[in-house]
């Protein structure tokens, strides 16, 4: 698997933000933005950033990155991430670092993206971490060292960052930095493919295949060759499915059957530890809002005189107050992390009725923090929060039912509840929907549904509707096959997403390109570029 940059999102976290009079504009605007309200989350951001707010001024930068509610312009985010990367803000410096990166706003500059990722990486940023390990293993902005190369894929890969654990795999199965170690390599393998990582996957395939590492076992390749083919694409999804086919012909029926058995009841596991993989989407599930991935907040936010306020409004029974002591436990912002006591504040305001607090506990119970793992709760929790009007809450409930083992599949229950939150414009949920139509997940197949629930997410900017509209378009499967249309709406995928995703989009765009002539190629980049997103 090629090893690639990683940007790191800040606006998909918001539901964590406080709601404490100091930042007070920072909470609306997330709230906003989680409606799909660009307009109104740019209203309540901008003055904050103008004023040097640092965490206003890094999701600035994130709106004109993804454009959202106002043009795509990279010049702009770069200016708001400089702003916010001045004052200390490790993600506002990583970010920087991929704008340089991959030449976006700037002319492409290795060497300043080194500095940024470092500058980030010194505060403990995993995903900087995760970047610098690639510049220096691709020796890019620095001379080539894998020694370095793996130094900072450690860290990264100790705060759980599959594609450094996967690379650091690598880096041991070549010999690259470190002695060759096949049983070094089958572990970090391991951990990134219980996260859902496709490469990982196929790669401990090959070593089961082979015996290296592991004893010999077809039916351990067969497994994860079947895990990775279901979670790749083109010619990767190709090659682990060739590989299965062939490691197939050494077996008899029953170890097939006995490697499709462990296949299935692997498949289900992931869905305990990789929520992620399905949502940005259950809002991170695997990682959720209040793990080590999620936004780094500016901690002289929160002075100690502020936390013994809130300390004492919390104790006297104030809900908004328990809520944020609640996230501020789960952060570890002010406080040291403890999901336990965040659990018992955030109990404390649900059982007055505070929604965001319900939802809070749904995720904490789906992602066993503080609590045992247990989706039962979870979705009594996401209920009563669905109940108050939380679209996350909706969606995500949309998402047990359609996605999560410990909860019996019920497509028909994820589709009302992926409609409730659709109709409050939430994007995720639209996607979801037109998921549902295009396989025919409880309700007949129908690709003129999908494409139309694909088409009001992707007018928000969400990437995999935008994807799947290529798709669309690519296949003539409810609408007229139109190639200029396919190529555009995949582009538009690529700018906006990251990792596989960014990949799989940039292969659909290549592949269509391969069936246009050059001046059809133009007509869509000139669409590409005269698309903007819906007006709030």
């Given at each position: 698997?090629?090893?690639?940059?990683?940007?790191?999102?800040?606006?998909?976290?918001?539901?964590?933000?406080?709601?404490?009079?100091?930042?007070?504009?920072?909470?609306?605007?997330?709230?906003?933005?989680?409606?799909?309200?660009?307009?109104?989350?740019?209203?309540?951001?901008r003055p904050l950033a103008e004023q040097g707010n640092?965490?206003?001024?890094?999701?600035?930068?994130?709106?004109?990155?993804?454009?959202?509610?106002?043009?795509?312009?990279?010049?702009?985010?770069?200016?708001?991430?400089?702003?916010?990367?001045?004052?200390?803000?490790?993600?506002?410096?990583?970010?920087?670092?991929?704008?340089?990166?991959?030449?976006?706003?700037?002319?492409?500059?290795?060497?300043?993206?080194?500095?940024?990722?470092?500058?980030?990486?010194?505060?403990?940023?995993?995903?900087?971490?995760?970047?610098?390990?690639?510049?220096?293993?691709?020796?890019?902005?620095?001379?080539?060292?894998?020694?370095?190369?793996?130094?900072?894929?450690?860290?990264?890969?100790?705060?759980?960052?599959?594609?450094?654990?996967?690379?650091?795999?690598?880096?041991?199965?070549?010999?690259?930095?470190?002695?060759?170690?096949?049983?070094?390599?089958?572990?970090?393998?391991?951990?990134?493919?219980?996260?859902?990582?496709?490469?990982?996957?196929?790669?401990?395939?090959?070593?089961?295949a082979k015996g290296r590492g592991v004893p010999q076992?077809?039916?351990?390749?067969?497994?994860?060759?079947?895990?990775?083919?279901?979670?790749?694409?083109?010619?990767?999804?190709?090659?682990?499915?060739?590989?299965?086919?062939?490691?197939?012909?050494?077996?008899?029926?029953?170890?097939?059957?006995?490697?499709?058995?462990?296949?299935?009841?692997?498949?289900?596991?992931?869905?305990?530890?990789?929520?992620?993989?399905?949502?940005?989407?259950?809002?991170?599930?695997?990682?959720?809002?209040?793990?080590?991935?999620?936004?780094?907040?500016?901690?002289?936010?929160?002075?100690?005189?502020?936390?013994?306020?809130?300390?004492?409004?919390?104790?006297?029974?104030?809900?908004?107050?328990?809520?944020?002591?609640?996230?501020?436990?789960?952060?570890?912002?002010?406080?040291?992390?403890?999901?336990?006591?965040?659990?018992?504040?955030?109990?404390?305001?649900?059982?007055?009725?505070?929604?965001?607090?319900?939802?809070?506990?749904?995720?904490?119970?789906?992602?066993?923090?503080?609590?045992?793992?247990?989706?039962?709760?979870?979705?009594?929790?996401?209920?009563?929060?669905?109940?108050?009007?939380?679209?996350?809450?909706?969606?995500?409930?949309?998402?047990?039912?359609?996605?999560?083992?410990?909860?019996?599949?019920?497509?028909?229950?994820?589709?009302?509840?992926?409609?409730?939150?659709?109709?409050?414009?939430?994007?995720?949920?639209?996607?979801?929907?037109?998921?549902?139509?295009?396989?025919?997940?409880?309700?007949?197949?129908?690709?003129?549904?999908?494409?139309?629930?694909?088409?009001?997410?992707?007018?928000?900017?969400?990437?995999?509707?935008?994807?799947?509209?290529?798709?669309?378009?690519?296949?003539?499967?409810?609408?007229?096959?139109?190639?200029?249309?396919?190529?555009?709406?995949?582009?538009?995928?690529?700018?906006?997403?990251?990792?596989?995703?960014?990949?799989?989009?940039?292969?659909?765009?290549?592949?269509?390109?391969?069936?246009?002539?050059?001046?059809?190629?133009?007509?869509?980049?000139?669409?590409?570029?005269?698309?903007?997103?819906?007006?709030?």
């Amino acid at each position: 698997m090629p090893l690639s940059l990683r940007f790191s999102i800040a606006l998909v976290l918001s539901i964590v933000c406080l709601a404490a009079p100091a930042l007070a504009g920072i909470d609306e605007g997330n709230e906003a933005y989680e409606r799909g309200d660009y307009a109104t989350a740019m209203r309540e951001w901008r003055p904050l950033a103008e004023q040097g707010n640092a965490l206003a001024q890094q999701l600035l930068g994130s709106l004109f990155y993804f454009g959202y509610g106002v043009p795509q312009d990279y010049v702009q985010a770069r200016q708001w991430y400089k702003q916010a990367a001045a004052q200390g803000i490790a993600q506002a410096q990583d970010n920087l670092g991929v704008l340089y990166a991959k030449g976006r706003g700037v002319p492409q500059d290795y060497v300043q993206a080194r500095q940024w990722f470092e500058q980030a990486a010194t505060q403990g940023y995993a995903r900087a971490q995760f970047n610098l390990g690639v510049l220096y293993a691709q020796g890019q902005g620095v001379p080539q060292n894998y020694t370095k190369a793996r130094q900072w894929y450690e860290q990264a890969a100790a705060q759980g960052i599959a594609q450094a654990q996967h690379n650091l795999g690598m880096l041991y199965a070549q010999g690259q930095g470190v002695p060759q170690d096949y049983v070094q390599a089958r572990q970090w393998f391991e951990q990134a493919a219980a996260q859902g990582h496709a490469g990982a996957q196929h790669n401990l395939g090959v070593l089961y295949a082979k015996g290296r590492g592991v004893p010999q076992d077809y039916a351990r390749a067969y497994m994860w060759y079947s895990l990775a083919a279901a979670r790749s694409m083109d010619d990767e999804e190709k090659l682990a499915t060739d590989n299965r086919d062939r490691i197939a012909g050494r077996m008899a029926p029953a170890q097939i059957a006995e490697a499709q058995r462990l296949a299935s009841r692997c498949e289900a596991q992931y869905f305990k530890n990789c929520q992620e993989a399905q949502l940005e989407e259950m809002q991170r599930q695997q990682g959720g809002p209040f793990s080590g991935h999620a936004p780094s907040s500016p901690s002289n936010n929160i002075s100690a005189a502020d936390l013994r306020t809130l300390h004492t409004k919390a104790v006297q029974g104030d809900a908004q107050a328990q809520f944020n002591f609640g996230v501020l436990s789960a952060q570890g912002r002010g406080v040291p992390q403890d999901y336990v006591q965040a659990r018992q504040w955030f109990e404390q305001a649900a059982t007055q009725g505070y929604a965001r607090a319900q939802f809070n506990l749904g995720v904490l119970y789906a992602q066993g923090q503080g609590v045992p793992q247990n989706y039962t709760k979870a979705r009594q929790w996401y209920e009563q929060a669905a109940a108050q009007g939380i679209a996350q809450a909706q969606h995500n409930l949309g998402m047990l039912f359609h996605f999560v083992d410990g909860v019996p599949q019920d497509y028909t229950q994820a589709r009302q509840w992926y409609e409730q939150a659709a109709a409050r414009d939430y994007a995720k949920a639209q996607h979801n929907l037109g998921v549902l139509y295009a396989n025919g997940q409880g309700v007949p197949q129908d690709y003129v549904q999908a494409r139309q629930w694909f088409e009001q997410a992707a007018a928000q900017g969400h990437a995999g509707a935008q994807n799947d509209l290529g798709a669309l378009y690519h296949n003539g499967d409810g609408v007229p096959q139109d190639f200029a249309r396919a190529y555009m709406w995949y582009s538009l995928a690529a700018v906006r997403s990251m990792g596989d995703e960014e990949k799989l989009a940039a292969v659909n765009r290549d592949k269509v390109a391969g069936r246009m002539t050059p001046p059809q190629i133009a007509e869509a980049q000139q669409l590409a570029r005269e698309w903007k997103p819906k007006a709030p």
